[in-house]
C-alpha cells in the first residue's frame, strides 16, 4: 500500500535556527514528489517538485532534496514568517497524490 | 482568470442534506482534484478528473461525486450528508498531471 510519513509531527525552533524536515514514502510507480506550505485556513502553496533520486530544489531559505526512499526539506536560517504546516505528497503511477500528515514548523523570534 | 478559486468558503449544513462545492480554474487547467482535509491532518485525495473524465478515485463512497466543465469549472457533490463529513474541501488545478497543483482556498463544511 502507497504510505507517505512526515517527521517529526511538530518542530519548534529560534529564528535562525536550521533544521530538516523529512518524507519518506512507499509508493508503486513514483513519479513525482511535492512539497507544499500551508498556512491555517488555506489551502496548500505549491513549492516543489522533485522527480528522480538526487534532484535538489532551493528557493529562498528552502531546499528540498529526494532518495529513493524519503525526501528532505532543509530550512536555513528560518524566520518567523516560515511558521507554516509543510505537506509532502508523492504522485503514484496511477496520478493520484498521497499525501502525509504534514510537519507543523513554528519559528519563534 | 488565475489561480483556483473555491466557493462557498463556508456552509453549514443539516445531516442527511446534499451539498454542492464548485472550483473555478484557471484557462489550461485540464486536471482538477478534490480532497477532503480534517482537522490536524493532510488531505485525502477523493477523485480527480483529467479533460472532464474522471480518471482516478480515493476511498469516498458513492455518494461523493463530482464534474468538470470545458470552462475548467468544477463542482463536488455529496449526498446524504453525515457528521464526519465536516472538513475543509480542497480543489486543485494542473495543467498537467505531473506538475506541481495549484489549490484554492477551500471550503469549509460544517454538518451539524
Known amino acids: 500500500e502507497d504510505q507517505v510519513t512526515q517527521s517529526p509531527e511538530a518542530l519548534r525552533l529560534q529564528e535562525g535556527e536550521s533544521s530538516s524536515l523529512n518524507c519518506s514514502y512507499t509508493?508503486?510507480?513514483?513519479?513525482?514528489l511535492f512539497w507544499y506550505r500551508q498556512d491555517p485556513g488555506k489551502g496548500p502553496e505549491f513549492l516543489f517538485t522533485l522527480y528522480s533520486a538526487g534532484e535538489e530544489k532551493e528557493k529562498e531559505r528552502l531546499k528540498a532534496t529526494l532518495t529513493k526512499k524519503e525526501s528532505f526539506l532543509h530550512i536555513t536560517a528560518p524566520k518567523p514568517e516560515d511558521s507554516a504546516t509543510y505537506l509532502c505528497?508523492?504522485?503514484?503511477?496511477?496520478?493520484?497524490?498521497?499525501w502525509g500528515a504534514g510537519t507543523k514548523l513554528i519559528i519563534k523570534p | 482568470e488565475t489561480g483556483v478559486t473555491q466557493s462557498p468558503t463556508h456552509l453549514i449544513k443539516t445531516r442527511g442534506q446534499q451539498v454542492t462545492l464548485r472550483c473555478s480554474s484557471q484557462?489550461?487547467?485540464?486536471?482538477v482534484s478534490w480532497y477532503q482535509q480534517a482537522l490536524g491532518q493532510g488531505p485525502q485525495f477523493i477523485f480527480q478528473?483529467?479533460?472532464?473524465?474522471?480518471?482516478g478515485r480515493g476511498n469516498f463512497p458513492p455518494r461523493f461525486s463530482g464534474l468538470q466543465f470545458p470552462n475548467y469549472s468544477s463542482e463536488l457533490n455529496v449526498n446524504a450528508l453525515e457528521l464526519d463529513d465536516s472538513a475543509l474541501y480542497l480543489c486543485a488545478g494542473g495543467r498537467d498531471r505531473n506538475y506541481g497543483y495549484t489549490f484554492g482556498s477551500g471550503t469549509r463544511l460544517t454538518v451539524v
Open positions: 509508493v508503486s510507480g513514483l513519479r513525482g
Open positions: 505528497a508523492v504522485l503514484d503511477s496511477n496520478y493520484q497524490l498521497i
Open positions: 478528473y483529467y479533460r472532464e473524465e474522471e480518471n
Open positions: 484557462s489550461g487547467h485540464n486536471t
